[in-house]
């Protein structure tokens, strides 16, 4: 199992995401634990103010330290070791590979969901490292703290009813997911490729790996830079290329 504690002024936005589906199962089954701090409640003034004007002047309002290094002197004194991440747009870009690794190796993991134009620096002595989802702005990190226990959460044993899921989805063998069709067989003149409903096997792999292959090449030539490529894939892109007719 996997504890999150998610340390945020907005607790209702992360109740409200993980009372469904995938993330609500998880949870119920001991899978995965979350815990829902709200920062507010560490705060040391009536007004029970988190933020203030930055010194040296400029836009925004900036994060202060107490209420966070309250919060998690609070929660640090049950002894348990916790990974703390802030969610930061200057942090390491978040993919498939951190989400293995968080998977892999963290056991207990604690995330600041930042606001506002920042967090007052002396918070970062707190953190173990910082994690962006993208190279764009949100207004505060509980989206970005979603996305990455909705990551990892799915790559937990147990987590999703077919444990095959997550090893075929975007991504998790480097390349982008062949495309996927379900009933009716027509629909709108468009038919459903005929390799998938011969029911050979052998074919179908060779198809999905292709088409796979075909989007990737298509969608994100990057990263194919980025794997080891076999045999039988060089020669399905080569027959690809030639097929769409590419240099």
């Not at 994690?131 to 990551?151: H, R």
Request: net charge negative; hydrophobic share 35%; proline share 4%.
């Amino acid at each position: 199992m996997i504890v999150f504690d998610v340390l945020t002024i907005f607790p209702s936005m992360i109740k409200a995401y993980l009372s469904e589906s995938i993330m609500k199962r998880a949870i119920e089954k001991g899978i995965v634990q979350v815990n829902v701090v709200n920062i507010r409640d560490y705060t040391e003034d009536k007004h029970r103010q988190v933020d203030d004007y930055p010194y040296g002047g400029g836009a925004g309002m900036v994060f202060k330290p107490e209420p966070i290094f309250n919060a998690i002197d609070s929660l640090c004194r049950d002894g348990k070791k916790r990974h703390i991440v802030l969610l930061s747009p200057g942090g390491r870009i978040f993919n498939q590979s951190v989400a293995e690794e968080y998977a892999r190796e963290k056991e207990h993991i604690l995330f600041i969901c930042g606001r506002y134009e920042g967090v007052d620096e002396r918070i970062k002595t707190l953190v173990n490292e910082e994690l962006s989802i993208g190279d764009y702005v949100l207004t505060g990190g509980e989206l970005p703290a979603l996305v990455i226990i909705d990551a990892v959460t799915r790559l937990l044993p147990g987590a999703l009813g077919d444990e095959d899921s997550s090893k075929e989805e975007s991504f998790t063998s480097g390349i982008l997911e062949y495309p996927q069709y379900t009933r009716p067989v027509e629909y709108r003149g468009m038919r459903v490729p005929e390799v998938l409903l011969s029911g050979n096997h052998q074919l179908i792999r060779r198809w999905r790996r292709k088409e796979a292959l075909r989007r990737t090449l298509k969608r994100r030539p990057d990263l194919l830079e980025k794997i080891d490529l076999a045999e039988e894939d060089r020669e399905l892109i080569k027959e690809i290329k030639e097929e769409e007719q590419w240099n």
